[in-house]
C-alpha cells in the first residue's frame, strides 16, 4: 500500500485548504483512511479517518465543524478539507492506512496504522 498526500502550503489565519491523499494498493473498503498531523516538538496526532464503504468519518476535537474529511472511491483518494484555519493547525499531515482491518474505536490511534505517505507541510500565518 502507497500514500501519496499533496496541498499544503501557507494560508493566512481564517484560510482554506484541500488536502488530497492518492493511495494505491490492495486496502480494505471496511477500513478508514486516517489523516494525523506532527507539529514541531510536538508527537503526532490524530486529525480525522474516513472509511471507504460508507464514508463514516471521525474528527478530533480540535478541528470538529472545521474539517471534513471525505473519498472519492473511483479515484482511490481521500481528501480533508480544512476551513477557517488557525496558526496552532500548522504542522505536517500525513495520510496512512491500516494494514489489517481496524474497529471504529481504533481509528484514531496512530499505532494501528501500518502504511503512511509522506506528508505536506501545512502553515497558518496569523
Known amino acids: 500500500v502507497q500514500l501519496q498526500a499533496s496541498g499544503g502550503g501557507l494560508v493566512q489565519a481564517g484560510g482554506s485548504l484541500r488536502l488530497s491523499c492518492a493511495v494505491s494498493?490492495?486496502?480494505?473498503?471496511?477500513?478508514?483512511t486516517g489523516w494525523f498531523r506532527q507539529a514541531p516538538g510536538k508527537e503526532r496526532e490524530f486529525v480525522a479517518a474516513?472509511?471507504?464503504?460508507?464514508?463514516?468519518?471521525m474528527y478530533a476535537d480540535s478541528v470538529k465543524g472545521r474539517f471534513t474529511a471525505s473519498r472519492d472511491n473511483a479515484k482511490n483518494t481521500v481528501y480533508l478539507q480544512m476551513d477557517t484555519l488557525k496558526p496552532e493547525d500548522t504542522a505536517v499531515y500525513f495520510c496512512?492506512?491500516?494494514?489489517?482491518?481496524?474497529?471504529?474505536?481504533?481509528?484514531?490511534?496512530?499505532?494501528?496504522?501500518?502504511?503512511w505517505g509522506q506528508g505536506t507541510q501545512v502553515t497558518v500565518s496569523s
Open positions: 494498493g490492495r486496502t480494505s473498503r471496511h477500513n478508514p
Open positions: 474516513v472509511k471507504w464503504a460508507d464514508g463514516s468519518t
Open positions: 496512512a492506512a491500516p494494514g489489517g482491518t481496524i474497529i471504529r474505536s481504533s481509528w484514531a490511534g496512530r499505532h494501528y496504522y501500518d502504511y
